[in-house]
């Protein structure tokens, strides 16, 4: 499931914009990263800068390409798939990453247009305002096919957490070298009040055959 806006300027805003979250500083505990539920104004432009600054200073396509990939390390959890191509892991699309992928488009723009473009302040306050986290979940099977129909919950503290919603899986890729034939991801939506924020999290994704594939997922230490 995909919002669509009604005009071509909001779908040329809106159209690519993913992303992950980058967290917030938590008093409890000593200094730690954590999913951020709600955001202030001032949060918010401080997340719209955060992902301006390093696009804005990205003068080729290798910089680019380098400033994405940071920006999806930091903030991924399970596998590392510059180690382990073929370990499941996921991208965590939430409220402060998706401000910060406005703000690189926003230094993106500025430099084709050669002025500076903003983004429009509505398509700010919907983000702040989004009831679901975001999960893309990837992972690797023997069959093109394999992630149809894939189900993922989220434990927690002896509960198992569903989704909104699950878009149906990719066609899988061919894979490189050994292990599993083929790599495939696909996308669900938690809502907010659903699970905690902060809480040590195991992600435990069901194929159709019944094959499962689990991983551990810190939020707090999300950034």
């Known amino acids: ?21 980058v967290g917030a500083m938590v008093a409890v505990g000593g200094p730690a990263w954590a999913i951020d539920v709600k955001l202030s104004p ?7 800068e955060a992902g301006r600054a390093p696009m804005e200073k990205a003068n080729s396509p290798e910089d680019v ?28 699309r939430t409220k402060r990453y998706r401000l910060e992928a406005f703000g690189r488009q926003e230094a993106a723009e500025s430099k084709k247009q050669k002025k500076d ?34 189900d993922i919950v989220f434990q927690q503290k002896g509960k198992n957490i569903r989704p909104v919603d699950i878009s149906p899986a990719d066609r899988g890729r061919k894979n490189d070298g050994a292990g599993p034939a083929y ?10 009040e659903s699970f905690d924020p902060n809480a040590k999290t195991t992600v435990v994704v069901t194929l159709q055959d019944g094959q499962t594939m689990q991983f551990d997922a810190d939020f707090s230490q999300v950034k």
């Not at 001032?42 to 997340?47: D, N, T, V, Y």
């Open 183 to 192: 790599r495939s991801r696909f996308t669900a939506r938690f809502g907010y």
């Open 117 to 150: 473009v903003r983004m429009p302040e509505e398509f700010i306050q919907k983000v702040v305002d989004m009831p679901n986290m975001e999960v893309e979940v990837q992972l690797c099977g023997d069959d093109e096919y394999f992630a149809e129909k894939a």
């Open 1 to 21: 499931m995909r919002t669509h806006h009604g005009s071509a300027r909001r779908h040329r805003w809106s159209h690519g914009v993913i992303g992950l979250v």
């Open 65 to 92: 390409k380098k400033v994405l990939q940071q920006a999806s390390l930091v903030t991924r959890v399970g596998a590392d798939p510059e180690k382990d191509q073929c370990g499941a892991s996921a991208i965590l």
């Open 42 to 48: 001032e949060e918010a432009k401080k997340a719209l």
